[in-house]
């Protein structure tokens, strides 16, 4: 089967995700769904709502499928956490709520509304998500786990990984990724970024 071939069923863009972007975000995310087993959404910015129905027809699923969310910034893309049921492990909501919370940002409480105005996601982004996920083919996430992809200085890869305690190692070009290298990565308050568990890789 095509590396690019797309499952329907695992994969479900957000209302955020315009649809001319599609085609630049859902191989990648087929991808992710194959190497990882889950069910796969994906939107821009934050959305309870979205992400509270995708997780509750993941729990609803008879073959209890694990699902990954998928959250497109300006200027990074958060994985995971992967939820699976019958574990203990977070869900997008979790990871929303601790973020919040290293940055001591004002909506902590109310994750109803989004902690920033989306905007359009650097040109990097969709690269490295397929960088992203050629990483996590080879060291799959656990339940609980989430990985956040970034571009630092315009051509260095970053890649924080939460949970799971020790560095990552990834193998990776942002300049090659895309051709406009601006992201420039959220500083605190990603998955793993509290614990020192991010990596930098020239």
């Known amino acids: 089967m095509p590396t690019d071939t797309i499952a329907p069923a695992a994969v479900a863009a957000g209302p955020s995700l315009a649809p001319a972007a599609h085609g630049d975000w859902l191989p990648a995310l087929g991808r992710l769904a194959a190497a990882t087993g889950a069910t796969v959404s994906a939107n821009t910015g934050w959305d309870l709502d979205w992400e509270r129905d995708r997780v509750v027809r993941a729990g609803a699923d008879p073959h209890r499928t694990p699902h990954l969310s998928v959250r497109i910034h300006e200027d990074e893309v958060m994985i995971g956490p992967l939820w699976a049921p019958g574990t203990d492990a977070g869900c997008a909501a979790c990871a929303e709520v601790r973020e919040r919370t290293v940055l001591d940002h004002p909506l902590v409480g109310d994750l109803t509304r989004p902690a920033a105005t ?12 397929g960088i992203a996920v050629d990483h996590l083919a080879a060291r799959p996430l656990a339940p609980g786990d989430a990985v956040a992809a970034g571009a630092v200085d315009g051509h260095r890869v970053r890649l924080a990984r939460g949970e799971r305690p020790g560095r990552q190692v990834v193998d990776g070009d942002a300049e090659e990724a895309g051709k406009d290298g601006g992201g420039r990565g959220r500083g605190g308050g990603g998955p793993g970024e509290g614990a020192d568990e991010g990596v930098v890789l020239d």
Do not use: I
């Open 118 to 129: 989306p905007a359009a996601p650097a040109a990097v982004l969709p690269g490295l998500l």
